[in-house]
């Protein structure tokens, strides 16, 4: 995949052997280099989730912003991330949104959604992102799922963490943000109404909303992706995303997976 954004490629590998050493010591618990490379051609745009001609690209970089240094203004890991733009105004048709889902229909398929501990990312989030939607105005962790409830027959919605942003993190690459406990979650369709989660739930009570006791069979995942829209216009990116054990991190020749010590 080619980036389209950011810092020449020259640029960014007179950092990189720098960048190894400080994310060697800077990952905590998570190792240092990838254990496995991720099963790249699984990972991608899903075109039926994408409205427009939004951009969801693996790229170099940011590194960024001009006065910002440290940690804070380079990729979390390695030396490359998602970049993602979409636009509000740009599409034919009553709804002008775009919208993006960068994901993985196939690795994720099957796994209990139930078994879901850890989720989140951080992000490199810009002040004219909040400008014009305010510091929530970031991306998203999608899950599509069977909710199988008994209360409910729909096989089919889709489990959206809503992050809450900190201005502090303007122009520059923000901590972990941890979806267990930041933002809100909410479902799709009949499944929103059928658990009174169609507006939002903390995780803890959508969990245990889907957590059907009477059901057979348990709710499961459909496919993980990161996406953004259809709301508010927005160009950034993202990377470290953790589902459960596992990092993914995104870089502009691939994704690799680092596991969690």
């Not at 970049?83 to 002008?96: F, K, L, N, P, R």
């Not at 775009?98 to 796994?111: L, S």
């Amino acid at each position: 995949m080619n980036a389209r954004f950011g810092v020449s490629r020259g640029k960014a590998l007179a950092v990189t052997a720098l960048a190894a050493i400080v994310a060697s010591t800077l990952s905590g618990s998570v190792s240092a280099l990838a254990d496995t490379q991720a099963r790249s051609e699984h990972w991608g745009v899903i075109a039926r989730n994408t409205s427009g001609s939004p951009v969801a690209d693996l790229r170099d970089g940011p590194y960024g912003s001009y006065d910002k240094t440290g940690t804070d203004a380079r990729p979390p890991y390695g030396t490359g991330s998602l970049g993602i733009e979409v636009a509000d105004e740009s599409v034919a048709g009553s709804d002008h949104r775009e919208k993006v889902d960068f994901g993985n229909e196939v690795d994720f398929y099957g796994d209990p959604v139930l078994g879901l501990q850890n989720v989140g990312f951080r992000v490199f989030q810009t002040h004219e992102n909040v400008v014009v939607g305010g510091t929530d105005n970031l991306p998203n962790i999608r899950f599509e799922i069977d909710p199988n409830l008994t209360t409910n027959a729909t096989n089919y919605s889709t489990l959206v963490w809503v992050p809450a942003g900190d201005s502090a993190d303007e122009n520059q690459w923000s901590p972990y943000i941890d979806a267990t406990s930041n933002g809100y979650w909410y479902l799709t369709g009949a499944a929103g109404g059928a658990t009174d989660c169609a507006a939002g739930c903390a995780w803890a009570d959508i969990k245990a909303a889907l957590d059907d006791s009477g059901s057979v069979d348990r709710p499961i995942i459909y496919s993980a992706a990161v996406g953004k829209g259809r709301d508010k216009a927005w160009v950034g990116a993202v990377d470290g995303l953790r589902i459960n054990r596992t990092i993914y991190d995104f870089e502009a020749d691939g994704v690799n997976a680092r596991r969690v010590n």
